[in-house]
């Protein structure tokens, strides 16, 4: 069956960085698209950022361009978020999602 297991959230102070992953097994991997969603208490689901099968198309919510970075390593079958600049609006639960498969979250905490 699918699997999406994200690691690597925590509490970092604002400016700081993280990197997320976000291991997938049970469907196609290498040719599959693959998602970064966050979900900050009491708001809406929102995309963060996505990624091509071949890693050649990336596209970004606006309020994390220029900071957030994804990226894939089809033969550790791991996806990849580098969060730089973090700011404390950037705090919310962030998921792994391919089609319409979701991994369990990991917590990404922005406070001084």
């Known amino acids: 069956q699918v699997q999406l297991v994200e690691s690597g959230g925590g509490l970092v102070q604002p400016g700081g960085s993280l990197t997320l992953s976000c291991a997938a097994s049970g469907f196609a991997f290498s040719w599959s698209t693959m998602s970064w969603y966050r979900q900050a208490p009491g708001k809406e689901r929102d995309m963060v950022a996505s990624?091509?099968?071949?890693?050649?198309?990336?596209n970004y919510a606006d309020s994390v361009k220029g900071r957030f970075t994804i990226s894939r390593d089809n033969a550790k079958n791991t996806m990849y978020l580098q969060m730089n600049s973090l700011k404390v609006e950037d705090t919310a639960v962030y998921y792994c999602?391919?089609?319409?498969?979701w991994g369990q979250g990991t917590q990404v905490t922005v406070s001084s």
């Open positions: 999602s391919t089609a319409n498969y």
């Open positions: 990624l091509n099968d071949l890693g050649n198309r990336k």
